[in-house]
């Protein structure tokens, strides 16, 4: 798994479905821009969490993005670990697997 092709990945078929079909894409990326606004909860801590849910259902994309946004938010790999390992004691063994792209996420984007 290479962290930045999957962030690619996500790019081109964002920009594919906006073309194809705009209100379905334009509706969650609508919603997508609410939830993630700082209110109760910071940018960081919103981050955190989607990575825990990304890796508990074993989705590499989600990992790859939500460790980098995680990053860039202040995170440090100390705190995406703990998240992973959150994900692990909710999700078992297949999620303590998906620490693996965790990892390389880390290495390849902090800074």
């Known amino acids: 798994m290479d962290p930045e092709e999957k962030l690619k990945e996500i790019e081109k078929l964002l920009n594919e479905l906006s073309k194809k079909y705009p209100q379905q894409t334009?509706?969650?990326m609508s919603f997508l821009r609410r939830v993630i606004a700082e209110k109760a909860l910071d940018t960081k801590t919103k981050e955190l969490i989607s990575l825990a849910l990304g890796i508990a259902t074993g989705c590499e994309w989600c990992?790859?993005?939500?460790?980098?946004?995680?990053?860039?938010a202040g995170a440090n790999p100390d705190e995406l670990i703990e998240a992973g390992f959150v994900a692990v004691l909710m999700a078992g063994g297949p999620a303590l697997m998906h620490l693996i792209p965790l990892m390389?996420?880390?290495e390849k984007f902090q800074k």
Do not use: E, M, P
């Open 26 to 28: 334009g509706t969650f």
């Open 63 to 72: 990992i790859a993005l939500h460790t980098k946004n995680a990053l860039d």
């Open 104 to 106: 390389k996420s880390i």
